[in-house]
């Protein structure tokens, strides 16, 4: 655990020092020049209240509250507590035994996923990958905060169902509108 705070301390000092999220930087277009990963949605782009996202999602220590009850319970019926992960990266996690739906705030991630096809309605650029193989049950949603930093992830474990990338985006829309 203390190597993880010290990464995250490092990774921290890394992204001010090199002039990250605060700098005046002129504005990325993506990997490779291409614009076509960023899709517009003015809900999603002010879905924390219309502040800043990316220091909204830095400032969260906890997932778990921001995620709606009622929407997980549809995600993962009959589910136990949620589990958090207090430290970062902040994670929640709820699970049946059978299906599992975990939420995880990245505030200083990078990266874009390779091959990932891109979802529309955020900002920055969202990417589902459907893991197992393709599974269209067990999809992986990553949403950009930015085009250069921050990422929330979201999860979907669900063997014994269609494709779940409905959910995964459902839900990240709802986590970054509960943001403050």
């Known amino acids: 655990m203390k190597r993880m705070v010290s990464m995250a301390a490092l990774v921290s000092t890394l992204v001010a020092c090199s002039g990250g999220p605060g700098s005046a930087a002129p504005e990325a277009t993506g990997a490779g ?16 209240g219309g502040g800043d996202v990316l220091a909204a999602a830095q400032a969260i220590t906890e997932v778990c509250p921001l995620i709606p009850a009622d929407l997980a319970a549809a995600i993962v019926p ?15 996690t709820i699970s049946n035994g059978t299906q599992v739906l975990e939420v995880t705030m990245g505030g200083y991630d ?8 891109t979802v529309s309605g955020f900002d920055a650029g969202a990417f589902a990958e459907h893991l197992n193989n393709g599974d269209p049950g067990e999809v992986y949603l990553t949403v950009l905060l930015t085009p250069e930093v921050g990422s929330l992830y979201v999860e979907i474990v669900d063997p014994s169902s269609p494709d779940r990338t409905d959910d995964a985006v459902a839900m990240a829309k709802a986590v970054l509108a509960a943001m403050p």
């Open 33 to 48: 020049g291409s614009t076509d990963a960023v899709a517009s949605d003015a809900a999603a782009s002010s879905a924390a």
């Open 78 to 92: 009959n589910a136990s507590a949620p589990h958090a992960q207090t430290f970062p990266p902040f994670r929640c």
């Open 110 to 117: 990078t990266g874009r996923p390779t091959g990932a096809p």
